[in-house]
C-alpha cells in the first residue's frame, strides 16, 4: 500500500531551532505565527473562522530517528515512545491544537505555535471539544512529572541546526 | 521531500463498511476493537497502560478523494474541508482519542472507536488533558448543527465496500 503524503503548505513561526522551541502549546502562550495554505486547498479554508482553535497536522522534517524507548522532556525516567509526545516517532507526524486569531486569504494567523518555521503542513481539523476535550482522563507518568520542563532541547534532534517542534 | 509513511500496526474493529460507522469516538460508546502493534514497534507501548486514553492516528485507506467543499456528516450546508472531520481530506490522516481498556503485549483493548476495521496505524500518542482538552472552545458551525447523524453513510466512500471509519 502506497502511504506517501503531499505537502499542503507550510507552517511560519518564531523558532528556528529545537533548543528553546516550546515543547507543546500549553507551554507557548503568545507565540504566533502563520499557516500559509497552497492554492489548491485554500476553498476549503472557508467557514474556518469560526473556531477558536484548529488542529495542525505536520510533518516533523527536522527530527531524529525512531527510538522505541525515550527519556521526554518533562521527565527524568525512559518511557515507550508511545507513551510520550516525543518527537523521535516511527512516522514524524506531529498535532498541535493553537489558537486561531484570523484568516486572511490562504493564510491562518495562530498562536500557541510550537512548530518550527518551515515545518510541512499535512492537514488543518477544526477543534471540536465534544469530540476531543476530556479534561478528566487519566494520563499517567504526567501526572506526576519529574521535571517541569516546557522548552526543548537538542535531544531528539541530534544537535542538528533545527528540529520540528519539541513535542507532538 | 519525501514524505513517505510506514504502517506500525493495525486497527481491528467491529465495522467493516463505511454506512453505519460511528462517525467519532464520542458515538461509538462500547465499540470495542484492538490495536495490534507490530513487532519492531512494541517496546514503544511500555508505559501506557497509566493513560485513560490514547490518540490512534491512522490511514484512512478506503476513503474517496479529497474535495474542497463537503456536505459533513453533522450539518445540511456545505463547508471548506478544513472546517470539517470529514475523512476525504488531502491526505487522509484520521485521529480518534479512544478508551485504553488494557494491554497484552502487542495489542492495545480499545473503546469507542469509530475506525474501520484493518485501518493502518500510523502512530499512538498519548491523551493528556493539559495538552489535549479545550472543553469552552467555540466550535463554528458544530455549535448548531443541522443534522443530528451519528452514524457515517457513503457519501465519502464512493459506494465502494469500506471506508475508514467516519470522520476524523
Redesign the interface.
Known amino acids: 500500500?502506497d502511504?506517501?503524503?503531499?505537502?499542503?503548505g507550510v507552517i511560519r513561526s518564531p523558532f528556528t531551532v529545537a533548543v528553546g522551541t516550546p515543547i507543546?502549546?500549553?507551554y507557548a502562550r503568545g507565540a504566533a505565527g502563520e499557516v500559509i495554505?497552497a492554492d489548491?486547498?485554500v476553498?476549503?479554508?472557508?467557514?474556518?473562522?469560526?473556531?477558536?482553535?484548529?488542529?495542525l497536522?505536520y510533518?516533523m522534517?527536522r527530527v531524529g530517528a525512531f527510538q522505541?524507548?525515550v527519556t521526554p522532556y518533562r521527565d527524568t525516567r525512559a518511557?515507550?515512545?508511545?507513551?510520550?509526545?516525543a518527537p523521535s516517532?516511527?512516522?514524524p507526524?506531529g498535532?498541535s491544537?493553537v489558537r486561531l486569531l484570523r484568516r486572511e486569504g490562504c493564510v491562518l494567523h495562530v498562536a500557541d505555535l510550537d512548530v518550527l518555521d518551515g515545518t510541512?503542513l499535512?492537514?488543518?481539523?477544526?477543534?471540536?471539544?465534544?469530540?476531543?476535550?476530556?479534561?478528566?482522563?487519566?494520563?499517567?507518568?504526567?501526572e506526576e512529572p519529574g521535571e517541569d520542563r516546557r522548552l526543548a532541547d537538542d535531544r531528539f534532534h541530534g544537535g542538528r541546526d533545527g528540529g520540528a517542534g519539541g513535542e507532538?
Chains 1, 2 share one sequence.
Open positions: 500500500m502511504l506517501t503524503l503531499r505537502s499542503v507543546q502549546p500549553a495554505v489548491p486547498y476553498e476549503a479554508l472557508d467557514d474556518i473562522e469560526g473556531f477558536e482553535r484548529v488542529w497536522i510533518w522534517d522505541p524507548r518511557h515507550g515512545l508511545f507513551a510520550t509526545r516517532r516511527p512516522n507526524i498535532i491544537a510541512p499535512l492537514d488543518i481539523k477544526p477543534y471540536v471539544p465534544e469530540f476531543d476535550a476530556h479534561p478528566q482522563s487519566r494520563a499517567g507518568w504526567f507532538s
